[in-house]
C-alpha cells in the first residue's frame, strides 16, 4: 500500500474528567475513501476535527507524507491542503452562496474585494457539484440540503489532498448523495485522500475502501470493505450482534385515525392520504417532493388551504401546533436544533414543552410537570444522560433525538408524525428508535415516517407513500416496495413512462 498521506496514532484527548479518545488511530492513504465508524460518543468527530486541527490532541502523532505535524491548527491544515466539512453546515445565512464559500478566501483587485471573480469562482465550483445555485442567492432562502452541499462546495475551492467529511449525506436526498460520491470518486481516481463519518451502512460499503471502527474512543480495528461484511462492523462498533435490527411489529392495523382529502398548500397538490391505529406509513421523494411540508401540514405548523380533514372520524381543520397536540397527534421535525429542541434547557424542560399545550392560559409550567413528562416519554428509549438536569446541548445527537421524541410521547398521541427520525443517529440508537416504534404500533399508536434513508422505510413501514412534485404519485405495500421501485417513482421516472 502507498505511504500515507495522513495519519493519526496513538491519539488521546480529554475534556476534564471525560476521556473522549484513548490510543485512537486513523491512516488515509492517496486515492482512498476511507469511513470513519462508531457509535456518537465514541469519538469520530473528535479525531476528525484533531485531524483538521481544531483540536490539539493530548497524547499522540499526526503525519503528513511521513513528516510529523507539530503545528497543525486549522490555518496551517489548509495550508496543507486538508479540507473538512462539518455535519452542521457552518453558513451565514444574511451572506450569498458565493460569499460562504468564498469566506476568507475573497479576491481582492486594486484594494477592493473583486465580487465577479468571487462569483465565478463559486459559480465553478458549484458546477462540480453539478448544483444549478446562483451564487448571489442569500443562503437563508436555501433549504438544509442544499446549505450542506454549499458546506462541501466551500470545501473544495483550494482543491484539497485530503478531505474530512463528518455526517456530510445527514440532511442530503438519495439523488444529491449519489452526485455527492459521485464528485469524492472523481476525487479519489486524482488520488485526493478521503475520510467519512456516516452512520448509513449503505453509503459505507457502497463507496468506501476501508473502514475504521472506533468504540468509546478506543481504536477497534481497521477492515478492508471487499474483505468484511456489515454484521461485523455493526459488532466492532456496539460490541454486540444485532439480531433483529429492524425490530417490524407485525399488528393488524386497527380503524382509520387520519384521512385526508385532497388536501393542497403551497406546493403541495390534491393529497389523499389514510392512516390507520397500528400502521406505520411512510413517506419517500426527493427533497422538495413535499414530504416535510406534508408533515407540518397535519402538525398545524402551516395550514391547509384547501380540502378536508378527519382525525378519529371527525371533521378537524388544525390550525396550530397546540391544537394538533390536543387532538392526540405528535410532531418530531427534521432539524432537531432548529426547530424541535431547546439546546440550553433541561432534558426534564425539553421533555415538558409537550405539555404545556394542555394548561390552562397562565398555569405555572412546574419542575414535577416537566419531570413526569419526562419519565413517561422516555419509557423503553434508553436515553444515556448522567442526570436529566443537564442541558440537552451535552447529549451526543441520538440521545437528543431520543429526548425530542419523549417529548411528544409524553402526551401520548394516538398518531404520531416522525421527520427523519434517524438523521445523524448512531446505529445503535437507530435500533433503539425502532424497537421503540415497534412497541408503540403494537399499542394501537398510528405513525406517519417521512425519511431519506429507503432501507429504513422499507425495514420499519406497513405503506409506503412516494411523493413527487407535491403529489402522491405511487402507494405501495411493503410486499410491492423495494428501493428500485421507489427511486423509480420518487425521481419522476414514470413521467417518461406516461409521455
Avoid at 457539484?129 to 466551500?154: C, F, M, N, Y
Avoid at 437528543?400 to 410521547?409: C, D, F, P, S, T
Avoid at 417513482?489 to 406516461?498: K, L
Wanted: charged share 25%; with cysteine; proline share 4%.
Amino acid at each position: 500500500m502507498s505511504t500515507p498521506t495522513l495519519s493519526a496514532t496513538g491519539i488521546r484527548k480529554t475534556f476534564g474528567p471525560t476521556v473522549a479518545l484513548d490510543a485512537a488511530q486513523a491512516v488515509l492513504h492517496p486515492g482512498e475513501i476511507h469511513a470513519l465508524m462508531g457509535e456518537n460518543g465514541s469519538g469520530k468527530s473528535t479525531l476528525l476535527t484533531i485531524l483538521a486541527g481544531v483540536q490539539q490532541p493530548d497524547q499522540g502523532t499526526i503525519t503528513l507524507d511521513g513528516r510529523v505535524l507539530d503545528d497543525l491548527t486549522p490555518a496551517t491544515a489548509r495550508s496543507y491542503g486538508i479540507a473538512v466539512v462539518s455535519q452542521e453546515p457552518q453558513m451565514a445565512p444574511a451572506l450569498t452562496v458565493g460569499e460562504n464559500i468564498m469566506l476568507g478566501r475573497l479576491p481582492v483587485r486594486a484594494g477592493k474585494v473583486d465580487w465577479r471573480a468571487t462569483h465565478l469562482r463559486a459559480a465553478e465550483v458549484l458546477a462540480e457539484l453539478h448544483l444549478d445555485i446562483d451564487p448571489r442567492t442569500p443562503v437563508s432562502a436555501l433549504p438544509l440540503g442544499r446549505r450542506q452541499l454549499v458546506e462541501i462546495a466551500k470545501a473544495l475551492v483550494d482543491r484539497p489532498r485530503v478531505l474530512l467529511l463528518d455526517e456530510a449525506t445527514s440532511s442530503l436526498d438519495e439523488a444529491e448523495t449519489r452526485t455527492l460520491f459521485g464528485l469524492l470518486e472523481r476525487m479519489k481516481a486524482a488520488g485526493c485522500a478521503i475520510a467519512f463519518v456516516s452512520h448509513r451502512m449503505t453509503e459505507v460499503m457502497d463507496h468506501a475502501d476501508r473502514a475504521t471502527v472506533l468504540r468509546d474512543g478506543q481504536y477497534i480495528g481497521t477492515r478492508t470493505l471487499r474483505e468484511t461484511d456489515e454484521r461485523e462492523l455493526v459488532s466492532m462498533m456496539v460490541g454486540r450482534d444485532l439480531k433483529s435490527y429492524w425490530h417490524k411489529a407485525e399488528v393488524s392495523p386497527g380503524d382509520r385515525l387520519l384521512r385526508m382529502v385532497r388536501v393542497s398548500r403551497g406546493a403541495l397538490k390534491s393529497i389523499d392520504l389514510t392512516v390507520n391505529a397500528g400502521e406505520i406509513v411512510g413517506l419517500a421523494g426527493l427533497v422538495g417532493s413535499g414530504r416535510s411540508a406534508l408533515l407540518r401540514t397535519i402538525a398545524g405548523v402551516k395550514k391547509a388551504e384547501a380540502g378536508e380533514m378527519f382525525f378519529a372520524g371527525h371533521s378537524v381543520r388544525i390550525e396550530s401546533p397546540r391544537q394538533a397536540r390536543r387532538l392526540g397527534i405528535g410532531y418530531v421535525p427534521e432539524d432537531r436544533k432548529g426547530e424541535g429542541l431547546v439546546m440550553h434547557w433541561s432534558l426534564y424542560r425539553n421533555a415538558g414543552l409537550s405539555r404545556v399545550a394542555a394548561l390552562k392560559a397562565l398555569a405555572p409550567v412546574t419542575g414535577r410537570i416537566d419531570r413526569a413528562a419526562y419519565d413517561a416519554g422516555t419509557q423503553g428509549l434508553k436515553v444515556r444522560t448522567s442526570d436529566p438536569r443537564q442541558a440537552v446541548s451535552e447529549l451526543s445527537g441520538g440521545n437528543q433525538q431520543k429526548v425530542l421524541i419523549a417529548r411528544e410521547l409524553a402526551i401520548t398521541p394516538r398518531l404520531l408524525l416522525l421527520d427523519e427520525p434517524t438523521r445523524g443517529v448512531d446505529v445503535g440508537a437507530k435500533e433503539d428508535i425502532y424497537a421503540q416504534i415497534a412497541e408503540l404500533v403494537k399499542g394501537g399508536m398510528g405513525l406517519i415516517i417521512a425519511s431519506s434513508e429507503l432501507q429504513e422505510l422499507l425495514g420499519v413501514c406497513d405503506r409506503i407513500l412516494v411523493l413527487y412534485q407535491g403529489q402522491i404519485v405511487a402507494d405501495l405495500t411493503a410486499a410491492e416496495a423495494d428501493e428500485e421501485t421507489l427511486a423509480y417513482w420518487a425521481s419522476g421516472a414514470h413521467e417518461i413512462g406516461a409521455a
